[in-house]
């Protein structure tokens, strides 16, 4: 219940500084998304131009292999690093935009609470049960929200274990393929 001009002015200021913060973020984490493509893809560029003049410059056919095999580990580990960069960009994203839902919902709760109050002191004489029946609901939707907000937490936590456990896997499979390919390789 907006009471004056003053209240509606800065509700209306709220929302607006709220919904800038949130786009800030997203632009943000686009621009940081968008700087990592163009390096990454200026690295792949750079890359494959000295590894094809490597091949290139070989003297013979196993030669060639050998230079090949041996550029695979480095491109996987960048692949995996360009990867867990994007994971952590957003995950940070998403990290920023909870706290600032946290916030909202906090101050939501505040001036709810608040309202419920001031209803409930000029509520007439026999509305306790419907006060009482709206603080259950509110008490029910405010432990809905941080059960909901825990089990996003623990899904991330799960995730963030599940990214750098394949992570590390592929970087092992690969640096114990590597040398395995290269001897292959020689030995034929």
Do not use: C, H, W
């Not at 907006?2 to 209240?7: K, L, V």
């Not at 709220?14 to 700087?35: F, G, K, M, P, Y």
């Not at 003297?59 to 095999?69: M, P």
């Amino acid at each position: 219940m907006i009471n004056t001009p003053e209240q509606f002015a800065s509700a209306n200021k709220a929302t607006i500084d709220s919904l800038l913060a949130l786009a800030n973020t997203a632009l943000a984490s686009a621009e940081r998304i968008a700087a990592l493509n163009l390096n990454t893809a200026r690295s792949v560029l750079e890359d494959t131009v000295s590894g094809a003049k490597a091949v290139m410059a070989a003297k013979d056919v196993q030669e060639a292999l050998s230079i090949q095999a041996s550029l695979a580990q480095p491109n996987v580990e960048k692949a995996v690093a360009y990867s867990r960069s994007v994971y952590e960009i957003t995950a940070q994203t998403q990290e920023e935009l909870s706290k600032m839902v946290e916030a909202q919902f906090g101050e939501f709760q505040k001036t709810v609470a608040g309202l419920l109050d001031k209803a409930a002191k000029s509520a007439p004489a026999g509305s306790d049960v419907a006060v009482a029946a709206v603080k259950s609901a509110i008490a029910a939707a405010n432990s809905a929200f941080d059960n909901m907000n825990k089990a996003a937490k623990q899904v991330a936590e799960i995730a963030e274990a599940n990214v750098a456990a394949a992570t590390n896997a592929t970087v092992k499979a690969v640096t114990a393929s590597a040398p395995a390919t290269g001897s292959k390789k020689k030995s034929s």
